[in-house]
């Protein structure tokens, strides 16, 4: 009877505190009294929660008694003790510039107010609108100090530079995802970018904590995780659009190809004939393509052949996403799934992706936190571009025969020109695919060993698998056919990992402050693979292309395998007085595999300082402003070779075909490099000194730095240390010279609320950097010398890297051709006349964010540009002059030099390159200077007294447009022009930038 009446009592007493339980309504807003969306609610001590809606309002079910936290991103936090009120108004007090928020600078994290290094941060709010493949992209325009030059064809990684270029090796600045370490741009494909949290950029010295691999700079993100004591969400996210090529140049048509031909060879003194157009004083376009193989018959269409309109088609460009984030007291987690499929605006070309992420941390008890980050991705990707082939096709050549087959040139004596159909090419590549799966992420255990202690062991990885098949079919049609058809299949391995351990000490002591970090680390990266071919298949189908079916022999193009580690201690000490006086002191040792023994091993220091100028008593309290300097040491060990220091020989039966035995000949050893023992790291000195601030009430806020980076022990090939019979062997790399890079950087932005309630945020910032080779061991270095006429490119002391050589263009003489400047003052113009004829490095490049918001709209502007570089157009020595004769020009020939058209740049026609008019010369120079609108979104928020009645907590749908506009003087058909690092500017038919229109859904249950 006790036992019935202790269960009924237990129950009673459930029950009771059931029904103790009430509903609190309220509204969260700012100090102005606007409403606060999506601020954070949660009852202390329990995993209940919610958030704000749209208008800022909120109900959560709570016990008398009970805690209220009110949180949201900027302002402090407010906790409320639950009495008998029903109805709750909350204002956040907005933190100080962000001061509090916390900022993952490295190996630790510390608060934005105790930063004394040149670190930006991408707003990530504004980033997310611009639909991007690689998440790099979200760095164009929104971080000064930091260019990012895109690339047309979806799934190319953009190569972002940091403060200038610093060496003719890699100039990649080193990304740290969630730990992980790579200097691989493409890795950043695998991340969606609504999953990221922070992405913040070490600039100057502040980078010295990764020491040997942080002359370029490090970019830290970090991906979210979800939060503790928070209900689950469900986020959808979801676009569709259509992106097509702009901006394309207008070639000439069928009619005035022929017009060209015979201006051309009237100017040559000729009688106009030509296997296509007939005789006479005008060309006649011929219905069908005359002097085709028997059995083959074309039709010319009147007009002629549009080859840039056959080749470029708007493509399908969609995105689908969902993700799902939940904690509780002792455990949080975010999920999600993402396809995305972008079709290239080049037909037959386009990337595809299927990519997952999987973050969770668990609390083991109040001293161990464990915690894992997974990325796994899986894509396909098509990248030909046949531009280049374009510009040369001839007009007259159709599609298709009349029987449906690819037309071509078929033979020279047809002057049709010897380029491949460039439709056909891409056409033919319709079951050629590159694809890669890859795996990244970390396990980590954190553990208080006592108060302000912690030990952290980071265990992080990346492995990537790739498959790569190339089928080479006959073409029959061109004027060059290929006798037998050839399978290429690619693939490798590439796989890294990094163990990091480090100590964290964190304590106060009166107006004391200190933060320090002790760490140790290794890190591995390796890489194997081959390519292997095999030719004459009997059919030319995809169930046909395997290595087993060819009847030729096999062929190893290729088979190799790296690889080298790198083992690290560190250490840095961050301490402050009174909140007002700052220093950071960090030293790192590096010892890398890439080195001999002896210069294995270097040593990083730097130091950072920072005054709280609006701490000190004679400044206003409504204002901060803070004085920052770096000064330090970072290194460079990134090279192409992984072994430089060693003489590398393979087996070779080109080169190394001997009869040993005197009569017997075998295949011997061959030396294919030169290494240098004496090989040591490359070195970058980075000085900085910054202010940041935050004016009129806060509404007014940014940074100012200036920086001065000195790269000393330059990397680069010595061509002068082997002689002419080692031709086979690359030459020994050497430390060569010093670079130097000095800049400005600016960021300002405003933002505030009109009485009318229109809320508007509008960001400018602007990067400068000049680039100067001081030293080099050599009196110049040239780039690509694979372009026609020679490397238009050329690296020398007191000049910046990679800026263009070659003759200077005066005008056209008397007789219609290049009149040069005659340099030396010889009295002859030759090869001793070149000189510095353009840089491809800007004056200054800029962004400009604007976001504005009034009730359920809103709309975010993005434009980004550079001013002051120039691009040399080698597109030109195809469009312009005779290199191919019979190929195609652009309509700009139709205003050449005559005896009555005097007033123009543009030489007479000829059927021959004159007065050598294509070797490098200041004609092709252009202005490269451009304003992109590069984002135009327009969004609505559904009510939520609409969306809760679906079960939705926010929903918003947009209209957005991509690469809108270009404000250029540039003649070619894309601006954003890179290249290595000793070959920069040259646009030689670069894959352009898509225009693309999207509709876009956001919502979250």
């Given at each position: 009877m006790k036992r019935l009446t202790l269960l009924f009592s237990l129950l009673f007493m459930c029950v009771s505190l059931a029904f103790s339980q009430r509903q609190v309504t309220g509204t969260v807003e700012?100090?102005?009294?606007?409403?606060?969306?999506?601020?954070?609610?949660?009852?202390?001590?329990?995993?209940?929660?919610?958030?704000?809606?749209?208008?800022?309002?909120?109900?959560?079910?709570?016990?008398?008694?009970?805690?209220?936290?009110?949180?949201?991103?900027?302002?402090?936090?407010?906790?409320?003790?639950?009495?008998?009120?029903?109805?709750l108004t909350i204002t956040l007090a907005e933190s100080t510039e962000f001061l509090d928020e916390i900022v993952v600078s490295g190996y630790q994290t510390q608060t934005r107010k105790s930063l004394t290094g040149a670190i930006a941060s991408v707003d990530m709010e504004n980033a997310v609108k611009?639909?991007?493949?690689?998440?790099?992209?979200?760095?164009?325009?929104?971080?000064?100090?930091?260019?990012?030059?895109?690339?047309?064809?979806?799934?190319?990684?953009?190569?972002?530079?940091?403060?200038?270029?610093?060496?003719?090796?890699?100039?990649?600045?080193?990304?740290?995802?969630?730990?992980?370490?790579?200097?691989?741009?493409?890795?950043?494909?695998?991340?969606?970018?609504?999953?990221?949290?922070?992405?913040?950029?070490?600039?100057?010295?502040?980078?010295?904590?990764?020491?040997?691999?942080?002359?370029?700079?490090?970019?830290?993100?970090?991906?979210?995780?979800?939060?503790?004591?928070?209900?689950?969400?469900?986020?959808?996210?979801?676009?569709?659009?259509?992106?097509?090529?702009?901006?394309?140049?207008?070639?000439?048509?069928?009619?005035?190809?022929?017009?060209?031909i015979w201006q051309s060879k009237v100017n040559d003194g000729v009688t106009p004939n030509h296997p296509q157009y007939g005789t006479g004083?005008?060309?006649?376009?011929?219905?069908?393509?005359?002097?085709?193989?028997?059995?083959?018959?074309?039709?010319?269409?009147?007009?002629?052949?549009?080859?840039?309109?056959?080749?470029?088609?708007?493509?399908?460009?969609?995105?689908?996403?969902?993700?799902?984030?939940?904690?509780?007291?002792?455990?949080?987690?975010?999920?999600?799934?993402?396809?995305?499929?972008?079709?290239?605006?080049?037909?037959?070309?386009?990337?595809?992706?299927?990519?997952?992420?999987?973050?969770?941390?668990?609390?083991?008890?109040?001293?161990?936190?464990?915690?894992?980050?997974?990325?796994?991705?899986?894509?396909?990707?098509?990248?030909?571009?046949?531009?280049?082939?374009?510009?040369?096709?001839?007009?007259?050549?159709?599609?298709?025969?009349?029987?449906?087959?690819?037309?071509?040139?078929?033979?020279?004596?047809?002057?049709?020109?010897?380029?491949?159909?460039?439709?056909?090419?891409?056409?033919?590549?319709?079951?050629d695919f590159q694809k890669s799966f890859r795996a990244f992420g970390d396990v980590y255990a954190n553990v208080n060993i006592i108060k302000g202690l912690d030990y952290k062991v980071?265990?992080?990885?990346?492995?990537?698998?790739?498959?790569?098949?190339?089928?080479?079919?006959?073409?029959?049609?061109?004027?060059?056919?290929?006798?037998?058809?050839?399978?290429?299949?690619?693939?490798?391995?590439?796989?890294?990992?990094?163990?990091?351990?480090?100590?964290?000490?964190?304590?106060?002591?009166?107006?004391?402050?200190?933060?320090?970090?002790?760490?140790?680390?290794?890190?591995?990266?390796?890489?194997?693979?081959?390519?292997?071919?095999?030719?004459?298949?009997?059919?030319?189908?995809?169930?046909?292309?395997?290595?087993?079916?060819g009847a030729g022999t096999p062929v190893v193009q290729y088979a190799n395998a790296n690889a080298y580690t790198i083992s690290s201690a560190f250490l840095t000490i961050n301490y402050a007085y009174n909140n007002r006086y700052l220093l950071t002191a960090t030293v790192r040792q590096d010892k890398t595999s890439r080195f001999s023994k002896a210069n294995a091993d270097a040593i990083f220091p730097s130091a950072s300082f920072g005054w709280v100028i609006s701490e000190e008593d004679f400044f206003s309290s409504d204002s901060y402003m803070k004085l920052r300097a770096s000064y330090g040491t970072l290194g460079n060990q990134s090279l192409g070779r992984t072994a430089p220091d060693q003489n590398i020989s393979n087996l070779s039966e080109a080169n190394a075909y001997y009869p040993f035995n005197g009569s017997t000949a075998s295949t011997g050893a061959a030396l294919s490099a030169v290494g240098n023992p004496d090989l040591k790291w490359e070195t970058v000195v980075s000085a900085n000194a910054g202010l940041d601030f935050r004016l009129m009430d806060n509404k007014l806020y940014g940074s100012v730095d200036y920086f001065n980076i000195t790269t000393n022990d330059l990397i680069a090939v010595d061509e002068s240390l082997i002689g002419t019979t080692a031709i086979d062997a690359s030459a020994p790399l050497v430390n060569i010279g010093q670079v130097s890079n000095t800049g400005l950087e600016l960021a300002l932005n405003y933002a505030d609320e009109s009485g009318s309630g229109l809320r508007y945020d509008v960001g400018f910032n602007l990067s400068t950097y000049k680039n100067t080779v001081d030293s080099l061991i050599s009196a110049f270095y040239v780039g690509n010398s694979g372009f026609r006429g020679g490397a238009v490119t050329r690296t020398s002391p007191g000049e910046p890297m990679s800026y263009f050589y070659g003759r200077k263009v005066l005008g056209l003489d008397g007789s219609g051709r290049f009149e040069y400047e005659d340099v030396n003052n010889d009295g002859s113009i030759n090869d001793d006349d070149r000189t510095k004829i353009g840089s491809p490095h800007p004056d200054f490049t800029f962004g400009v964010n604007v976001s504005l918001a009034y009730k359920n709209i809103d709309l975010y502007a993005f434009f980004s540009g550079s001013v002051g570089n120039d691009i040399y157009h080698y597109n030109k020595i195809y469009t312009h002059f005779p290199t191919f004769f019979n190929g195609n020009r652009h309509v700009d020939v139709l205003d050449s030099w005559t005896p009555t058209n005097t007033d123009t740049d543009i030489p007479a026609l000829s059927e021959s390159i004159r007065n050598d008019e294509t070797q490098p010369n200041s004609w092709f120079v252009e202005d490269g200077s451009y304003v992109k609108l590069k984002t135009l979104q327009i969004g609505y928020?559904?009510?939520?007294?609409?969306?809760?009645?679906?079960?939705?907590?926010?929903?918003?749908?947009?209209?957005?447009?991509?690469?809108?506009?270009?404000?250029?003087?540039?003649?070619?058909?894309?601006?954003?022009?890179?290249?290595?690092?000793?070959?920069?500017?040259?646009?030689?038919?670069?894959?352009?930038?898509?225009s693309m229109t999207s509709l876009g859904i956001n919502v979250t249950f």
């Open positions: 700012d100090n102005s009294g606007n409403p606060i969306p999506g601020a954070s609610i949660i009852v202390v001590g329990t995993s209940s929660g919610t958030v704000t809606d749209i208008e800022g309002n909120f109900a959560i079910s709570v016990s008398s008694g009970d805690q209220l936290e009110f949180s949201f991103v900027g302002y402090n936090s407010q906790t409320v003790s639950v009495g008998a009120q029903s109805t611009t639909p991007v493949i690689n998440a790099a992209e979200m760095l164009q325009g929104r971080v000064t100090g930091v260019s990012v030059i895109n690339s047309g064809q979806p799934g190319a990684a953009p190569i972002v530079r940091i403060r200038g270029y610093g060496t003719p090796n890699n100039n990649s600045p080193l990304y740290v995802i969630d730990g992980v370490q790579t200097d691989d741009a493409y890795v950043l494909s695998s991340l969606s970018p609504s999953d990221i949290e922070q992405i913040n950029v070490l600039k100057d010295a502040s980078a010295a904590i990764y020491g040997a691999r942080a002359s370029n700079g490090v970019i830290v993100i970090t991906t979210k995780s979800g939060s503790y004591n928070t209900k689950s969400t469900v986020t959808f996210e979801s676009y569709v659009g259509s992106s097509r090529a702009v901006g394309l140049p207008t070639l000439l048509n069928a009619q005035q190809h022929g017009d060209m004083g005008s060309p006649n376009i011929p219905s069908s393509l005359q002097g085709t193989p028997a059995g083959i018959s074309t039709t010319v269409a009147p007009n002629g052949t549009d080859w840039l309109d056959a080749i470029f088609d708007p493509g399908l460009a969609q995105q689908y996403k969902m993700s799902v984030s939940s904690g509780n007291a002792n455990s949080k987690f975010m999920m999600s799934m993402e396809y995305l499929d972008r079709q290239g605006a080049q037909i037959m070309t386009g990337y595809k992706t299927g990519r997952t992420r999987m973050n969770a941390e668990f609390k083991v008890n109040d001293r161990i936190t464990i915690g894992e980050h997974l990325n796994v991705t899986y894509d396909s990707e098509r990248a030909t571009n046949q531009v280049q082939a374009a510009y040369r096709s001839s007009p007259l050549i159709p599609l298709y025969d009349n029987d449906g087959n690819f037309a071509g040139g078929y033979g020279t004596p047809l002057g049709l020109g010897n380029v491949q159909n460039p439709y056909a090419v891409l056409k033919r590549t319709e079951d980071v265990f992080g990885g990346m492995m990537r698998d790739l498959g790569n098949r190339r089928f080479v079919v006959k073409n029959p049609e061109h004027s060059e056919p290929r006798s037998t058809n050839t399978l290429y299949e690619q693939s490798f391995r590439q796989y890294n990992w990094n163990l990091t351990n480090t100590l964290n000490y964190k304590a106060n002591f009166d107006n004391h402050s200190i933060n320090a970090l002790l760490g140790y680390e290794a890190l591995s990266d390796n890489f194997k693979g081959h390519e292997i071919s095999r030719n004459d298949y009997l059919f030319e189908t995809p169930n046909f292309y395997l290595l087993s079916n928020t559904l009510p939520s007294s609409f969306s809760s009645k679906l079960g939705i907590s926010n929903a918003r749908i947009y209209v957005a447009g991509n690469n809108l506009l270009t404000l250029s003087k540039y003649s070619g058909m894309d601006p954003e022009i890179g290249g290595s690092p000793l070959t920069l500017g040259v646009d030689s038919g670069a894959y352009p930038q898509a």
